[in-house]
Each structure stands twice: as C-alpha cells, then as structure tokens.
C-alpha cells in the first residue's frame, strides 16, 4: 500500500518513548584504520593528500573551516597518526590500491 506518510508519522509518535524502528544490532564499522573514516572524512584526507589547506578544503567541499578542523582531528584519532604528513601517506596508500 506503500503508506510511507502513515509509517513516518507513526515512528515520530513513538520517538519521545524511545521506541524506535530499525536494525538491532549495532553497527559494524571499524573503530580505526582507514575503514573507520565516513566518506566525508575521507574527501578530506584525499584533499589534505594534495596539500590544500583547511581554508581551501572548506572553500572546495562547501564545508565551513571548523567542519573541516573536526574532521581532520576525527581523522588524525581513527588513522592514529599525529599530523597532516602521515594523513596524506595514508590517503596516497589507499588511493594508490583502491581500497575506499
């Protein structure tokens, strides 16, 4: 019947019980490496890989400058590295293999 307004309505009544719909388990991403990275944060290291700058990342992605810095340090804590260097190593490594 494809009642997807009725559905909706439905999840956001029971929301502010707690109730909500959906998988049971939780998620299955990595917790570091390069597998951990959301595909936003892996647009960033790509960029940090050719050099830009936090400025030219926010400018390129249409992100503001603070998304792009808490990206970077989200970044530098799953790849556990300490700098920009290290990041566009790891970004050059995977690109260069393919693995995404």
Request: net charge positive; aromatic share 4%; charged share 35%.
């Amino acid at each position: 019947m494809a009642a997807i307004v009725d559905l909706r309505r439905m999840e956001a009544r029971l929301r502010p019980f707690g109730i909500r719909r959906g998988p049971r388990s939780p998620h299955r991403r990595a917790d570091t490496g390069w597998e951990a990275l959301t595909p936003a944060e892996r647009r960033v290291a790509e960029r940090v890989m050719h050099g830009e700058s936090n400025s030219e990342i926010a400018a390129r992605l249409f992100l503001s400058r603070r998304t792009v810095e808490a990206h970077i340090s989200h970044i530098l804590g799953r790849l556990k590295v300490r700098g920009r260097i290290e990041i566009a190593r790891e970004a050059t490594r995977h690109m260069e293999t393919g693995v995404t």
